[in-house]
């Protein structure tokens, strides 16, 4: 009976973890009461720069990419389109990202695909990309671990532009647990494989793509922590209370990129419901994937 | 009004949920100007006699009338669960059941899965089922659910079309055949929109409201956020942005919908 009376209290009324999550409530900036209205004014108030998005694939016009970016305040996007196994399949991809940039250069950045598994094509289209003002290398995807030595020239033709490399990444259980289905392949990129290269390269400018893209992102957190150089992407489709949070006490928020990976809503959301303060949130939306860009030489002002 | 649908108190195992309580449930929706949430308790999914969590449930929303409406948890493969039926029914003030077939052993479908839902609709109970607590991608190792596919509570509803379903975490995607989608649009179902965005570009884990609303019609959709699994911010984006839908759409999924649903 005495437990069940203690699960009934802690029902109605909080206990430790109830007044730890009143305490941040109480953190956050904004008004006290933020109806639906407000949420929305929310979101438009602060600059965006989208770290990781795609355009030009799977459905996504340019028209309604914008569309979407508009209604939520995003300014600039870097895009790409993780598509192409053989060099003029890649070529093609970023030949449409190029478009895109061309039409729109106050809205998109390039970011450059390739396939590793043809390191002389792979390298020629990476100088092309950068050549055309891209970014850098992304969204890479799953053709190779982001450790595979197949990836090493890229990366050091990177460092050398001082051009950042954004890698797909997932912590299914599947993937770090035998046992358990995923449909990931097996050349899905983990936490534990950008350790390894930020160890072997700690001057690299090394993303993390979406910890909301699928999997524990508390693992993803943890196994990035001791590694500065490891940025995290904040995008993906997954939107969990105390996701950011999580990120930010144990990565530092000079570490989080503001991303949505076509998730509008949820990727302005997350961040608007974090315990970040203006400058914190200023950060995140703009201003450390801008010191990035302007490292490239290039600015989302 | 503004109505959200599917909330939730109580204990997850897996990861921590900040403010899983009726009181600080309360809070949030103050915050963001929000009259009233449908409520479940978690630990109906892990009791195996969920009735107990029914009753920690009655208890503690008791405290906040009209503001939390609690939704029983049964399982009809444990026994007296039609006494359990009555009680949430005539003495707790449940004013829904949430099923679990993932968690609690038996299929959608299935002999014990339609005597509990004729059971309610006999009661004037409408049903719930939730497509997932979580993503797979991120689900433990010690959770067994499989996702609950949409064409199967379509099945249900097609078995027991005169019941009233609310479908959670509502996968619209998932609703791939014509006959599925038929029989949900003749029934009186209400689909969350824990997975509906209001921007035209529709991905993973989010099906645009504008073809949804199209295809199945405005009074179909009700606003629930999944709170305190998910950010409540993110969940009011997907309605706010919702450019096609004009004032009185808006109104029908932010609640009338919702309240015409319980009446």
Not at chain 1, 46 to 53: G, L
Not at chain 1, 196 to 225: F, N, Q, S, T
Not at chain 2, 27 to 40: C, E, H, M, P, Y
Not at chain 2, 218 to 244: M, Q, V
Request: net charge negative; aromatic share 10%; charged share 25%.
């Amino acid at each position: 009976m005495a437990n069940r009376i203690g699960r009934r209290q802690f029902l109605a009324v909080s206990g430790a973890a109830a007044a730890s999550a009143s305490s941040l409530a109480a953190a956050k900036p904004g008004p006290a009461v933020t109806p639906p209205h407000a949420v929305m004014a929310e979101a438009l108030k602060y600059r965006k720069v989208d770290s990781h998005n795609h355009v030009g694939a799977g459905g996504i016009t340019v028209k309604d990419i914008i569309e979407s970016a508009d209604r939520v305040g995003i300014e600039r996007m870097a895009v790409s389109i993780p598509r192409g196994e053989k060099p003029e399949e890649f070529r093609a991809a970023n030949n449409k990202i190029l478009d895109a940039v061309k039409q729109h250069p106050d809205r998109f950045i390039g970011q450059c695909f390739v396939n590793p598994h043809y390191p002389r094509e792979a390298m020629e289209e990476l100088n092309r990309c950068l050549g055309e003002g891209f970014i850098g290398l992304g969204e890479l995807y799953t053709q190779a671990k982001i450790n595979d030595p197949v990836f090493f020239p890229l990366i050091e033709r990177s460092i050398e532009a001082n051009a950042p490399v954004m890698m797909h990444a997932r912590a299914d259980t599947g993937l770090l647990r035998s046992g358990f289905p995923t449909e990931a392949p097996p050349a899905t990129s983990v936490a534990d494989d950008f350790v390894d290269v930020a160890k072997r390269y700690p001057d690299l400018m090394l993303i993390h793509a979406h910890i909301g893209g699928g999997g524990d992102w508390e693992y993803m957190c943890k196994v990035l922590r001791a590694h500065p150089s490891i940025y995290i992407d904040t995008g993906g489709s997954i939107t969990d209370q105390g996701m950011i949070d999580f990120a930010k006490t144990t990565l530092g928020v000079e570490r989080m990129l503001f991303s949505t990976d076509c998730n509008f809503e949820t990727g302005v959301g997350k961040i608007l419901a974090a315990d970040l303060n203006e400058d914190e949130r200023n950060r995140v939306f703009w201003s450390n994937y801008n010191d990035i860009l302007r490292k490239r030489g290039l600015d989302a002002n | 009004m503004r109505i959200d649908v599917n909330a939730y108190v109580g204990h997850w195992p897996f990861r921590q949920l900040r403010g899983a309580n009726c009181r600080d449930l309360v809070t949030r929706l103050d915050r963001f100007g929000i009259d009233q949430a449908w409520v479940g308790n978690l630990n109906g999914i892990f009791y195996k006699n969920c009735q107990i969590a029914n009753e920690e449930l009655a208890e503690a929303a008791a405290s906040f009338p009209k503001r939390l409406l609690p939704w029983a948890t049964l399982n009809p493969t444990y026994p007296d669960w039609e006494h359990d039926l009555d009680v949430c029914v005539n003495q707790l003030g449940t004013k829904g059941l949430r099923l679990y077939p993932q968690y609690h052993g038996y299929e959608t479908g299935d002999a014990d899965c339609m005597a509990i839902v004729e059971a309610a609709r006999e009661r004037g109970l409408p049903v719930a089922f939730t497509v997932r607590m979580v993503d797979e991608r991120q689900q433990s190792w010690l959770d067994p659910a499989k996702r609950l596919e949409m064409e199967r509570i379509a099945a249900v509803v097609e078995k027991a079309p005169d019941a009233k379903y609310l479908v959670l975490h509502a996968y619209l995607s998932g609703l791939a055949s014509e006959a599925a989608r038929a029989t949900m649009k003749k029934a009186d179902v209400l689909f969350d929109t824990v997975y509906g965005s209001g921007v035209p570009v529709g991905f993973i884990n989010a099906y645009p409201l504008k073809d949804a609303v199209g295809a199945f019609g405005a009074d179909k959709f009700a606003f629930g956020t999944a709170t305190p699994f998910r950010d409540y911010e993110s969940h009011i984006l997907r309605i706010e942005t919702f450019k096609e839908a004009d004032a009185q759409v808006k109104a029908a999924i932010y609640g009338g919908n919702a309240e015409r649903f319980l009446m």
